[in-house]
């Protein structure tokens, strides 16, 4: 089965149209865990990152944002992960991961056997691939 730990940019993506592409990518990861064919990790520092963007940025009622995430952590193949390794985190933050967000999901990638992180974001794929933590790559 395989895993996956997400990053807030790629959950961002699936619940808006700010990036269709993103969006049709990452759709058939949420598909997989649907089907109990995936595991999806969930760090609650991603919802709270995902809780804040889409009521500051996107404006999305408080009461929706919040079915939203009922929704999220009752699918089949999410789980939600608590634990934070601090000694791991500041270890690789603020060098050679500039975002303490990454960095614990860095870590968080890690810690989790056979886990890719899916993200979006270039920059920090790179900070992964340096850190020889597996990235999931869409195919073109």
């Known amino acids: 089965m395989k895993r996956y730990v997400i990053d807030t940019n790629a959950l961002i993506s ?75 985190i500041l270890s690789w933050w603020p060098d050679p991961i500039n975002d303490f967000g990454d960095a614990l999901i860095a870590v968080a990638g890690k810690t989790r056997s056979g886990s890719m992180v899916v993200t979006f974001d270039r920059k920090f794929a790179a900070n992964l691939k340096a850190l020889n933590i597996n990235i999931h790559t869409f195919e073109k």
């Open 14 to 88: 699936f619940v808006t149209d700010r990036n269709q592409e993103q969006q049709q990518k990452i759709a058939p990861l949420f598909e997989s865990a649907a089907h109990m064919k995936a595991v999806i990790f969930c760090h609650q520092h991603v919802l709270t990152e995902f809780i804040y963007v889409l009521d500051r940025i996107y404006q999305v009622p408080k009461d929706e944002i919040n079915r939203m995430i009922k929704d999220l952590i009752e699918m089949p193949g999410i789980e939600v992960i608590q634990e934070v390794d601090f000694k791991t």
